[in-house]
C-alpha cells in the first residue's frame, strides 16, 4: 500500500495552460464584501501583470459585478 500524498498533487491539466492569461494579479485580501452580484474588495501587498507590464501595489480597492 502506498503512503498517503503519494503522487496525489499530479493533475491531468498542463500547469502552463493553468494560468494561460493576460493579467494576473497576486495579493492577500484585508476585506471582501458581496450584496446580490456585486463585490466589494480591498488588496494589500500585491504583484500586477496587465498588458505584459508590472505593477507592485500596496493596497487597492475594487468592485465587480459576477
Known amino acids: 500500500q502506498e503512503p498517503l500524498?503519494?503522487?496525489d498533487d499530479?493533475?491531468?491539466e498542463?500547469?502552463?495552460d493553468l494560468f494561460d492569461t493576460?493579467?494576473?494579479v497576486v495579493c492577500q485580501y484585508d476585506?471582501?464584501?458581496r450584496n446580490k452580484n456585486k463585490w466589494?474588495?480591498?488588496l494589500k501587498d500585491g504583484?500586477?501583470?496587465l498588458r505584459g507590464k508590472d505593477y507592485v501595489f500596496q493596497k487597492a480597492n475594487g468592485e465587480?459585478?459576477?
Do not use: G, L
Open 5 to 7: 500524498n503519494t503522487d
Open 10 to 12: 499530479i493533475s491531468e
Open 14 to 16: 498542463d500547469p502552463n
Open 22 to 24: 493576460d493579467n494576473v
Open 31 to 33: 476585506k471582501i464584501n
Open 40 to 42: 466589494k474588495f480591498h
Open 47 to 49: 504583484i500586477m501583470n
Open 64 to 66: 465587480a459585478e459576477w
